[in-house]
């Protein structure tokens, strides 16, 4: 088992930034890859960025040039810096990990985007 607990939600203007962290506990010696998902009211859950513990990324379209995300594997740790926040940010965003072919879930942290 893997237990994710995220960080760094809240409410940030047009423009502004935020940065997500999520920190990895239990077996951890087995995940592969990381990432951040997002679901907003009505809508499906829907992947912002992923990174491999080989430092390989993967950023969904709408995100691209304005999220970056990073890895700490000495501290089993995953992060989103957010910057050019938009209205349609606006979600509640999870925190995953794949191990063994098992996908896990954190909490969630909500961020609202809005003036």
């Known amino acids: 088992q893997v237990q994710l607990v995220e960080s760094g939600g809240g409410l940030v203007q047009p423009g502004g930034s935020l940065r997500l962290s999520c920190a990895a506990s239990g077996n951890i010696f087995n995940i592969n890859t990381m990432g951040w998902y997002r679901q907003a009211p009505g809508k499906q859950r829907e992947l912002v960025a992923t990174?491999?513990?080989?430092?390989?990324?993967n950023y969904a379209d709408s995100v691209k040039g304005r999220f970056t995300i990073s890895r700490d594997n000495a501290k089993n740790t995953v992060s989103l810096q957010m910057n050019s926040l938009k209205p349609e940010d606006t979600a509640v965003y999870y925190c995953n990990a794949v191990s063994q072919r098992t996908y896990y879930w954190g909490q969630g942290t909500q961020v609202i985007v809005s003036s």
């Open positions: 990174i491999t513990n080989g430092d390989r990324t």
